[in-house]
Nanobody
Framework: QVQLVESGGGLVQPGGSLRLSCAAS????????MGWYRQAPGKERELVAD???????NYADSVKGRFTISRDNAKNTVYLQMNSLKPEDTAVYYC??????????????WGQGTQVTVSS
């Protein structure tokens, strides 16, 4: 019923930039918070940043000042602009959204993940 499709990952050198996108589609009534999580090998999944439907944002300390989350409510899309990337940012990045649908009510949905590798 609902799909989150991510794009924009890849290989980048330290100090470089990438922009991730995540578009939600399906029988959506309303999208509440949207966010990005990441999971590095051998580590637990962690919150990177999230944004409410009203535009309030929250960032992990490790990315403050380097990453910016934004959303386009008309397109049901959330973005993550990542600047000054470091090797420790290497991970699979997952999109998450809290979505209201008529059939399933309010629940969290996850994207399939996109790999970000920061290496020289």
């Amino acid at each position: 019923q609902v799909q989150l499709v991510e794009s924009g990952g890849g290989l980048v050198q330290p100090g470089g930039s990438l922009r991730l996108s995540c578009a939600a589609s399906g029988s959506i009534f309303h999208i509440n918070a949207m966010g990005w999580y990441r999971q590095a090998p051998g580590k637990e999944r962690e919150l990177v940043a999230d944004i409410t439907s009203g535009g309030s944002t929250n960032y992990a300390d490790s990315v403050k000042g380097r990453f910016t989350i934004s959303r386009d409510n008309a397109k049901n899309t959330v973005y993550l602009q990542m600047n000054s990337l470091k090797p420790e940012d290497t991970a699979v990045y997952y999109c998450n959204a809290l979505i209201d649908t008529v059939v399933a009510g309010r629940r969290h949905y996850w994207g399939q993940g996109t790999q970000v590798t920061v290496s020289s």
